[in-house]
């Protein structure tokens, strides 16, 4: 599968929500689900998330940090590794699996007793389906 292929619309908020209430559907181990594009960021948390980060880390998280980190694993997976699926970051209190869409990318806080990768499958999968 071609990550580049993989799309959701930011302008049709009815699918947003669809995409959203399916990736919650996976189970209490989705904390929150954002998805950006360009200066566009929507996030969306579960309730009752224990050590939650900052709103405001969140936003700039979506906005500087997980674009620059596709950008750059983009490239190199490019360079001579078959492109990129996906990247997956390990912070203390959670799992981040960030894969590129069309427009920007998504992004999704997993608890730590989840398989990352496994999510990363999930969510590539049901972006597929909705391209």
Not at 57 to 80: K, M
Not at 86 to 93: L, P, Q
Not at 97 to 108: A, D, K, N, P
């Amino acid at each position: 599968m071609d990550p580049t292929s993989l799309a959701f619309s930011r302008n049709n908020p009815l699918v947003m929500d669809d995409l959203s209430d399916a990736i919650f559907a996976l189970g209490p181990h989705i904390r929150y689900i954002a998805y950006g594009s360009g200066q566009s960021i929507e996030l969306s948390q579960r309730e009752g998330v224990l050590d939650a980060s900052a709103a405001t880390s969140d936003f700039f998280e979506e906005l500087l940090v997980n674009p620059t980190l596709l950008t750059i694993a983009r490239q190199r997976g490019n360079l001579d590794c078959g492109g990129l699926r996906h990247v997956i970051v390990g912070y203390g209190n959670f799992n981040q699996v960030i894969l590129e869409t069309h427009e920007g990318h998504l992004s999704v806080c997993v608890e730590l007793d989840r398989d990352p990768v496994q999510v990363a499958a999930q969510l590539a999968d049901m972006l597929e389906r909705r391209s």
